[in-house]
């Protein structure tokens, strides 16, 4: 069973920081892209970052020079370091993992998500 376990939302003040972490257990085969996505209220789900094993990176424009996705393939981790938080990057940050089954079909699996809420 794969599990993906985020931590580190919360309420911050516009331009202030916050560190997400997601973790993933269980049994399966090495993930390729780990990736954390955002859902706003009223909003479509969207791509905010995302990470290969390599360690080649994607970012959404918005967040471009603000966010930095890492990931530590030891531990199966990734973060998201967000600095320059604005009002807009608030929402539901969910955790995704692209993992093959034994066919090389690769299968999303998402985390419950965290609440980032950017307000004064």
């Known amino acids: 069973q794969v599990q993906l376990v985020e931590s580190g939302g919360g309420l911050v003040q516009p331009g202030g920081s916050l560190r997400l972490s997601c973790a993933l257990s269980g049994s399966f085969y090495s993930p390729n892209a780990m990736g954390w996505y955002r859902q706003a209220p009223g909003k479509q789900r969207e791509l905010v970052a995302a990470i290969t094993t390599s360690g080649t990176t994607n970012y959404a424009d918005s967040v471009k020079g603000r966010f930095t996705i890492s990931r530590d393939n030891a531990k199966i981790t990734v973060y998201l370091q967000m600095n320059s938080l604005k009002p807009d990057d608030t929402g539901v940050y969910l955790c995704?993992?692209?993992?093959?089954?034994?066919?090389?079909?690769?299968?999303?699996?998402w985390g419950q998500g965290t609440q980032v809420t950017v307000s004064s």
């Open positions: 995704n993992a692209k993992i093959p089954d034994a066919s090389w079909n690769y299968h999303d699996y």
